[in-house]
């Protein structure tokens, strides 16, 4: 039985300022669900966005209220072992609330598959892989700053594929600033483009072009969520890959975004598509269409980071690798062995659930107290 749900709040200064097209980063706010139950077992998960209500529709302070006041009581006292019978009353009893969902569905996972013994990936459809590839997102501001510091990444052997986030500037100061990027680092490092949403369809048509005959791999949500037609014109017309992100809201959206031939990647997040299982569909949409796989990450920490994993780890198709380095940027985590980053990939823990070492006293003194 559950006997508990706490959503617990830690802010955490990042590494330096991570710029978004929509947001500048100098903390995130790791939103963390803990779910216990009566015979004293404990799962986590959660809920971390971007920039407050920058980037998504859900808070950090919004995910707790709801998760408090609306989502607890459906869920307190019921068998945590009927985990799709409970996401289910969910989805029908609470509109929205993707993230503050996934951090649920996570969690109970977390203890099933603590109970049963195994890695979460095997309650997911099983492991397929033991470590997925990471990329590393520059988004420092400037140019010389991105290329010392991607340097630096080839040299550690911790990443060898670069998203750069743009959409702030110009199309003029974006494309010599990616293209600078390229040149300095070569052939053999894939640089791809996230512009969150941030050009119209004459801006994207313009750049794009240069980018592409730049040696550019990827260009990631050129244009507002809302606009598909546009984005199946730019799939159509070039031949660079064009990625979905914002507007992949669950499996509906996948849906129809591959009806419209509207990407040639989906970026699978596991809180923006409302869970685990849902994003587990977002995949299998993709694979059904023929569209790739890219696995995305709203700069979770290591919690969200691993449960992404251990979804990830079940896709046979992964061509564009993920992105989940969200723990890196942070100047402090809250594990008491650190994840493990080598070889360009995130190595999968092999413990039962989450397969986490979580450090219980980092949480109860860092905690936002309020
Ligand atoms: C996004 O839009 O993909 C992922 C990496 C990063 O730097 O920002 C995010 C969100
Ligand atoms: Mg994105």
Not at 61 to 74: A, C, D, G, K, Y
Not at 170 to 192: N, T
Not at 205 to 219: H, S
Request: charged share 20%; net charge negative.
């Amino acid at each position: 039985m559950i006997s508990a749900i706490e959503t617990i709040l830690i802010d955490i200064p990042t590494i330096r300022p991570h710029k978004l097209s929509v947001a500048t980063m100098n903390t995130q706010t790791l939103v963390l669900v803990k779910i216990s139950t009566e015979d004293g077992l404990v799962g986590w998960g959660e809920a971390t966005t971007i920039g407050g209500l920058k980037y998504g529709d859900e808070s950090p302070e919004s995910v707790r209220v709801n998760i408090q006041q609306h989502i607890s009581p459906l869920l307190l006292q019921q068998d945590e072992k009927r985990v799709g019978g409970l996401m289910n009353r969910l989805r029908k009893q609470i509109r929205g609330n993707r993230f503050a969902k996934c951090a649920i569905e996570t969690a109970l996972l977390d203890i099933n598959s603590q109970r049963l013994g195994v890695p979460m990936s095997e309650l997911l459809g099983g492991r397929l892989r033991d470590s997925v590839p990471v990329l590393w997102t520059l988004a420092s501001g400037d140019t010389a700053n991105d290329i010392a510091e991607a340097q630096m990444m080839l040299d550690l052997r911790r990443h060898n594929s670069f998203k750069l986030k743009i959409g702030l500037n110009s199309i003029q100061e974006d494309v010599r600033h990616v293209l600078a990027i390229k040149k300095a680092l070569g052939d053999d490092v894939s640089i791809r483009v996230d512009v969150n949403q941030a050009w119209s369809e004459l801006q994207a048509t313009t750049a794009i072009a240069q980018l592409q005959d730049g040696g550019i791999d990827l260009i990631e949500q050129p244009l507002k969520a809302e606009n598909r037609r546009g984005m199946a014109r730019l799939t159509e017309r070039f031949s660079v890959a064009i990625m979905a992100d914002e507007t992949l809201n669950g499996p509906q959206d996948a849906w129809d975004v591959a009806q419209q031939n509207a990407a040639d990647v989906f970026a699978v997040k596991i809180a923006q598509s409302g869970g685990l299982t849902q994003a587990k569909e977002l995949a299998t949409i993709a694979r059904l269409s023929g569209i790739s796989l890219y696995g995305g990450t709203m700069l979770e920490g290591a919690i969200g980071t691993i449960a992404s994993a251990q979804l990830f780890a079940t896709f046979e198709e992964l061509t564009f690798g993920t992105e989940l380095f969200g723990p890196l940027l942070l100047t402090q985590d809250i594990l008491t062995e650190p994840l493990k980053y080598h070889d360009f990939a995130l190595e999968l823990p092999t413990g039962k659930g989450l397969g986490l070492a979580i450090d219980t006293d980092k949480i109860a003194a860092w905690r936002r107290q309020d």
